[in-house]
């Protein structure tokens, strides 16, 4: 798919160029074309008119910066049979027969201009009542400089496809990644969402069977426990996905207001207090009171307890868990450090991506991996910025909010 995605971007760019192209050089060749055909016909004016002070010199035109001299000839006609060459420079009068056949095809056309194609020649003709003058000029030259003209555009054209060609392609996929990448998101999201749906499914269908086969007066009631605690998970595991989902729709249906950050992280932190004492890791806070930003508050209590909770699952058991919140001129900067084993700097920019967590070194804890892809995303929704730092001291969750103006 996305191969042929590269494919018709590529072909479009190529059609859009080419098309420009042909338009550009069109324009180019019929402006030289007409310029060219106008210095001609000026140069047939000048012959017919001025021969005698033309006799000295070669007439030209100015094709771009050059003068290209013309050969020519004027011929006056009296009556009907007799022709007389009155000037010129052209080579080929010596054969009387071609001067004839050439006077008889421009008296035959009727026309006080035109061209006389078989001999590359184009004439003006002007009357004077006792005998015509024709001037005749040699086209061939035009021909040619046009022909080398064309030949210079097309050569520059074809060079300028190729070099197009291969900035095509390359902008293809530079222009194809995001697609490529939220494809891979993507499948990457099913194939995770069916692992976790899976288990609580398979335990689910596993403690049913075993009901409705168990006799009514001796099912075990842990069997239905089994079944509830289960649903609950699948309950919670779909809630966090339709959060992902509407993240994704880059539609804001939150109203925002203003919201004291102090006071939502005091709150959370009251709220995790017991449940971090219960796992053996106090914690503590330092809070700047007067942090106010703007924002949807519960989605941001929502980041502020993701982290914590994240903080209580993965620090070291006995080891204290820290919250601060501090104020800069512009930004609110909320801190989450727990102690434990540092994590790789590989891992870090991955710790956002969906249902991925760290490797075993970290330990196995509950949950779907989707906690802190929420919080990222509702960072991102508030105009922030949320990282993980980790060293061998501690690993520190920083979420960055701009402050109220």
């Not at 071609?98 to 061209?115: P, R």
């Not at 689910?204 to 069977?209: G, K, R, T, V």
């Not at 699952?313 to 919250?323: A, E």
Request: aromatic share 6%; with cysteine; glycine share 6%.
């Amino acid at each position: 798919m996305i191969r042929k995605l590269r494919l018709k971007f590529v072909a479009v760019c190529m059609l859009l160029v080419t098309a420009v192209l042909m338009v550009v050089f069109a324009s180019v060749y019929t402006s030289a074309r007409h310029n060219i055909l106008e210095n001609s016909r000026s140069l047939l004016q000048r012959v017919i008119t001025e021969d005698a002070s033309m006799a000295a010199g070669r007439p030209g035109i100015d094709i771009g910066s050059q003068h290209v001299q013309l050969p020519y000839f004027t011929v006056e006609v009296w009556g009907g049979n007799t022709a007389y060459v009155t000037g010129g420079t052209y080579s080929n009068l010596e054969d009387t027969q071609t001067l004839q056949t050439i006077l008889n095809t421009c008296l035959s056309q009727n026309k006080n201009e035109g061209i006389i194609p078989d001999y590359d020649l184009r004439y003006l003709r002007q009357s004077n009542g006792l005998f015509q003058r024709i001037a005749f000029v040699d086209m061939s030259m035009e021909q040619a400089t046009l022909q080398d003209l064309m030949r210079s555009y097309l050569q520059i054209g074809l060079a300028a496809l190729v070099l197009l060609l291969g900035v095509s392609v390359l902008l293809s996929y530079w222009a194809t990644n995001p697609v490529e990448k939220a494809l891979r998101q993507q499948r990457q999201f099913l194939s995770d969402a069916s692992h976790e749906l899976k288990t609580p499914l398979t335990v689910i269908l596993s403690n049913a069977e075993l009901l409705s086969a168990a006799p009514l007066d001796t099912r075990p009631a842990r069997w239905a426990d089994n079944i509830q605690q289960e649903s609950q998970q699948m309950k919670h595991l779909v809630e966090e996905m339709l959060t992902l989902a509407r993240a994704d729709n880059t539609v804001r249906t939150s109203v925002f207001t203003d919201v004291a950050l102090s006071d939502l992280a005091t709150d959370c932190a009251l709220l995790f207090e017991p449940v971090a004492f219960e796992a053996g890791k106090p914690l503590s806070y330092e809070i700047t009171a007067g942090a106010v930003v703007v924002g949807d508050g519960d989605k941001l209590k929502q980041v502020v307890s993701i982290l914590l909770d994240n903080a209580i699952k993965y620090g070291d058991d006995g080891k204290p868990i820290f919250l601060r919140l501090q104020k800069t001129e512009k930004t609110a900067r909320l801190q989450v450090i727990n102690q434990g084993p540092p994590i790789p700097p590989e891992q870090l920019g991955r710790l956002f991506e969906r249902f991925y967590r760290a490797d075993a070194s970290r330990g196995e804890k509950s949950g779907f991996g989707l906690g802190l892809a929420i919080a990222s995303n509702i960072a991102a929704e508030h105009k922030g910025t949320l990282r993980a730092e980790s060293d061998d001291a501690s690993t520190r969750f920083i979420l960055t909010l701009p402050l109220k103006k």
